[in-house]
């Protein structure tokens, strides 16, 4: 078990009609899913290479024979019952310190942009600073990384706006911690956001 390192995965069992719901009010639920699972399949292929223990958190149950592997450096862990995202995330993080991890981010699944890389770059970015955050385009972030739980991160937040971001970066300002930025991605929530992305990408993801 890697105790310095944790990578926290929020991802949502891949249901018809309950997974990517903007994107399926105008490309259907079946396409949809599609893109999720496809999605699920990439962010196991970008993850498993990263030098961390691995953490899934599932949203419904946690699937035992899917496509995430069962054993070290992945974990399986539900997410906490509660419908604010933020308590969720909390309590993930909460976990981990718990646990003995020094440095902790937390990705989810809708990001295509995110790779291997950007992954490593923040962990890097925690040997010198407090914290690292990955903005969105859309004022949300993609991960989120420190090195102690600060409750306020998760806090008095309007998850899935504009404010996500900005109010995160106030947060760091306030506690007066050292932070870095990661380069702005695009997480795809809704079909102008999957328009972003190649038109032979955008057939292969609507596949499975």
Not at 25 to 31: N, S, V
Not at 74 to 93: C, E, P, R, V
Not at 109 to 135: H, M
Request: with cysteine; hydrophobic share 35%.
């Amino acid at each position: 078990m890697n105790k310095k390192r944790l990578l926290i995965i929020f991802v949502k069992n891949p249901e018809l009609g309950k997974c990517k719901t903007r994107l399926a009010a105008t490309i259907g639920d079946e396409k949809a899913l599609n893109f999720y699972k496809n999605m699920l399949v990439r962010t196991k292929e970008v993850t498993v290479h990263v030098n961390s223990d691995k953490a899934v958190y599932y949203s419904s149950f946690i699937d035992e024979n899917d496509l995430w592997p069962n054993q070290a450096p992945f974990y399986k862990h539900l997410q906490y019952k509660n419908t604010d995202l933020g308590i969720k995330m909390q309590s993930a993080f909460e976990e981990a310190f718990q646990s003995g991890y020094e440095s902790v981010c937390i990705i989810g699944s809708d990001c295509y942009a995110l790779d291997e890389k950007v992954i490593k770059k923040a962990f890097d970015a925690l040997e010198n600073q407090e914290t690292v955050l990955g903005p969105c385009k859309d004022g949300g972030y993609y991960l989120l990384g420190m090195n102690k739980l600060y409750p306020e991160f998760f806090r008095n937040k309007n998850w899935s706006t504009e404010t996500v971001t900005p109010d995160t970066i106030r947060d760091f300002i306030d506690l007066r911690l050292n932070y870095s930025l990661l380069d702005e991605l695009i997480d795809i929530d809704n079909e102008e956001d999957l328009n972003s992305l190649p038109k032979e990408k955008i057939i292969e993801l609507l596949s499975f």
